[in-house]
């Protein structure tokens, strides 16, 4: 089946840098690849849609300048939190959709703590 | 707008029992598609079971079934012969153009 690559599983960065995440879809092309954000037992916040070749969509209310999103190949998607601080700390997932299916195949997350 | 509810935070069910998580959902669409996710402790979102709307039979995938009542707008995943390893929140989900739409999850433990 589809499988999606989250990397890293977990990174701890300092107020100010930033981190960049990865999200490859291994057996799939991947036109599309959406990016959510989940607070501990809460449900998935859709953040954005990764577009190959073009810019991301944003949901309302988040930074564009702050989540920067590169869908650069039909493989390959990245976030990066730019001026990372405290209250970006979160769960990050992203996820992608093989066209031969309606399904969608869920990357392993990234747990980002800001100090 | 759609939306998807999920009314129940937190369930309990016994090993090997038989439990039922609710799901409605909003749409003014004809075809669309329904999911049911896990996520255990990992993390890792799990596909359970997926439902067309334009199949009147209901999903099932080996323990798992749902309970699709169209013009009720109704989604519910039956869980049959519980097992520890169900112990997961599992969200509810509609599929809204290219984009899935969540509901806030449910957290089902299971009893030994």
């Known amino acids: 089946g589809a499988v999606v690559s989250q990397h890293p599983s977990w990174v701890i960065c300092k107020s100010g840098t930033s981190v960049k995440i990865e999200c490859r879809s291994l057996?799939?092309?991947?036109?599309?690849m959406f990016w959510y954000r989940q607070f501990p037992k809460q449900s998935l916040m859709l953040m954005a849609t990764?577009?190959?070749?073009?810019?991301?969509?944003?949901e309302q209310g988040v930074e564009k300048d702050k989540f920067l999103i590169n869908h650069a190949s039909l493989t390959l998607s990245t976030l990066t939190v730019t001026s990372a601080h405290p209250e970006d700390s979160s769960f990050y997932i992203c996820?992608?959709?093989?066209?031969?299916?309606?399904?969608?195949?869920f990357g392993s997350g990234t747990r980002l703590t800001v100090v | 707008a759609q939306t998807v509810t999920q009314s129940q935070p937190e369930m309990s069910v016994q090993e090997a029992e038989t439990v039922t998580l609710s799901c409605t959902y909003d749409?003014?669409?004809?075809?669309?598609?329904l999911f049911w996710y896990k996520q255990p402790p990992s993390r890792q979102m799990i596909l359970v079971i997926r439902?067309?709307?334009?199949?009147?039979q209901n999903a099932t995938e080996n323990r798992f079934s749902v309970n699709f009542q169209k013009a009720a707008k109704s989604f519910s995943l039956k869980i049959s012969d519980s097992q520890l390893g169900d112990a997961a929140m599992y969200f509810c989900?509609?599929?809204?153009?290219?984009?899935?739409?969540f509901g806030a999850g449910t957290i089902l433990r299971v009893k030994s």
């Open positions: 996820s992608a959709r093989d066209r031969r299916g309606p399904s969608y195949t």
């Open positions: 057996d799939f092309q991947a036109t599309t």
């Open positions: 990764s577009n190959e070749g073009s810019k991301a969509t944003y």
């Open positions: 749409t003014s669409e004809s075809d669309y598609y």
């Open positions: 439902q067309e709307a334009y199949k009147q």
């Open positions: 989900a509609y599929r809204r153009g290219n984009k899935l739409v």
